[in-house]
Nanobody
Framework: QVQLVESGGGLVEAGGSLRLSCAASERIFSNYYMGWFRQAPGKEREFVAAISASGRISYYSDSVEGRFTISRDNARNTVFLQMNSLKPEDTAGYYC?????????WGQGTQVTVAS
């Protein structure tokens, strides 16, 4: 069964940084665009960032542009999200998936909480 496992979340003060990781159980994901998504309590899940299969092209939502950086290491089947200058409104569960996302690949996510 194909799995994506997110890690690296935690509690951080506003202005701080975190680095999230997403480990894929199969190499197949190295051929996909991959993305990070987030869901805050009471809100819809939203797009955060995406990266091409080669890693050369990336996209960001307006709310994180300039603060977050998505990257990938296809040799390790891993996608990363470096989050800097965190704000309380970044508090959410963070999930990785193919981009566009597939219902089959949603994992448990990793919680990010930013204290003001």
């Amino acid at each position: 069964q194909v799995q994506l496992v997110e890690s690296g979340g935690g509690l951080v003060e506003a202005g701080g940084s975190l680095r999230l990781s997403c480990a894929a159980s199969e190499r197949i994901f190295s051929n996909y665009y991959m993305g990070w998504f987030r869901q805050a309590p009471g809100k819809e899940r939203e797009f955060v960032a995406a990266i091409s299969a080669s890693g050369r092209i990336s996209y960001y939502s307006d709310s994180v542009e300039g603060r977050f950086t998505i990257s990938r290491d296809n040799a390790r089947n891993t996608v990363f999200l470096q989050m800097n200058s965190l704000k309380p409104e970044d508090t959410a569960g963070y999930y990785c998936n193919a981009a566009p996302p597939s219902p089959r690949y949603w994992g448990q996510g990793t919680q990010v909480t930013v204290a003001s």
